[in-house]
């Protein structure tokens, strides 16, 4: 399957990481002796895309350095002001007329995604007409998570982040994994009308979702059978596990090409 005539990817890594605890931008703490970064940036040049946009903040230059050295092909643009999810997509405003018909948001924390299941998210769009489609997955523990809001007829209503959300909201255990596919044209018509009236004072993207419903646009979920593929890390016993993940994640690779036997 190609998208190289319609896709473009835009991955996330601006943020500092407050728990992780460290002066390191969050994205280029390792795991395998590669920064996380490394791992979704490489799983997005296989989707051969138009194009590759990463939005780079705190330490921004140190990240762009290592993209600039690594994957010379990734475009970077500034969140100068880190404001929240959807301010930093807003910074691609400027970029509209390069992007594609339809924009594949990646977070850069989430190192462990197959590429099967990105193509799948971007497959889905497209199949069912929607403006969007999200990434979610049942969780044992949905702490930190923002949680998917259904109706009766399970259909999606809003994402209601963590911080938010209520006593009840909180029980529930489908999350947002924060990949999303949209398509461009409603992605920037209604980015703008989010606001910051949440504990965090934040433009939170999730909250697009809900103006796109709202808009009687249609919005649909790839819900992903392995949780932890889709895993974000926010602080240090996170990366430790991606990191045991990540070495069994290899070493099945190696056995499947017949380097280990």
Avoid: W
Avoid at 190 to 215: H, W
Avoid at 220 to 228: A, E, G, P
Avoid at 239 to 250: D, G, P, R, V
């Amino acid at each position: 399957m190609s998208f190289s005539k319609s896709l473009s990817v835009v991955v996330l890594a601006a943020g500092k990481g407050k728990r992780m605890k460290s002066e390191i931008p969050k994205v280029l703490h390792q795991i395998s002796g590669k920064p996380m970064l490394y791992y979704i940036l490489s799983v997005a040049c296989k989707l051969n895309p138009k194009n590759i946009f990463t939005v780079v903040g705190y330490k921004g230059k140190l990240v762009s350095d290592y993209i600039e050295s690594e994957f010379p092909e990734v475009k970077t643009v500034v969140q100068k002001d880190q404001l929240g999810t959807a301010h930093a997509v807003s910074v691609l405003k400027k970029q509209k007329e390069y992007l594609g018909k339809e924009i594949l948001i990646l977070p850069g924390d989430c190192p462990l995604v197959n590429l099967d299941t990105l193509k799948k998210l971007v497959a889905n769009k497209a199949a069912s007409g929607s403006s969007a489609c999200i990434i979610t997955s049942l969780v044992p523990d949905p702490e930190g998570y923002g949680r998917i809001i259904k109706d009766k007829k399970g259909d999606i209503i809003k994402i209601i982040e963590e911080a938010d959300a209520s006593a009840e909201e909180k029980k529930i255990n489908e999350v947002n994994s924060s990949f999303y596919c949209f398509d461009s044209r409603s992605l920037f018509e209604n980015i703008g009308k989010i606001d910051r009236s949440n504990i965090q004072k934040e433009y939170y993207l999730t909250d697009i979702i809900e103006v796109l419903i709202k808009n009687g646009e249609n919005i649909c979920c790839l819900k992903v059978t392995d949780y932890r593929e889709v895993i974000g890390i926010n602080n240090m016993v996170q990366l430790t596990k991606a990191e045991s993940i990540m070495q069994k994640k290899i070493g099945r690779d190696l056995m499947r090409n017949g380097a280990i036997r």
